[in-house]
């Protein structure tokens, strides 16, 4: 087996993820319906791969709303224990005593799925996003100890 540099495998972990999370899809980009080249009816901002460091509280921006609609609903469905979403923001401090399930880390990390529903309120309307969360058991500014 090759030894890779820490930064080669996780790029090829990220990858590897993205692929996984593709759910299915089998259109390249230039095999687009008319459909999908329109302007979208919303707006969603997120990031589909969010690092967190176990011991390290960390937040991202997870926005969107429907034009032209006044109240859009945004909820998230998987949320990690401790996690909490409020005013546009995942905000999540991992605790040092978090394990995968079969109780190590590979490479130094674990993995860890998410949906993000955005739902229009009047016009009844539902986008769904995966999005990754790849929470790391050491890093610089970790409090963790073992």
Known sequence: MIALPHRIEKTICLIL?????????????????PSEEEEKPYELEYSDVMDFIRGVKT????????NGEQTSRLT???LPEGATYSEEA????PSCDLKPENGQFLRGYMV????INLE????????????????????EDSICQD
């Open 59 to 66: 937040s991202y921006k997870i926005a969107g709303h429907f």
């Open 17 to 33: 993820l993205s692929l996984a999370c593709a759910c299915g899809s089998t259109k390249s980009a230039s095999e687009k319906s």
């Open 90 to 93: 995942l905000m999540w401090q």
């Open 112 to 115: 860890h799925r998410l949906r």
């Open 120 to 139: 229009g309120i009047h016009t009844d309307e539902l986008v769904q996003k995966p999005a990754i969360i790849i929470i790391h058991k050491d890093g």
């Open 76 to 78: 998230i469905d998987g």
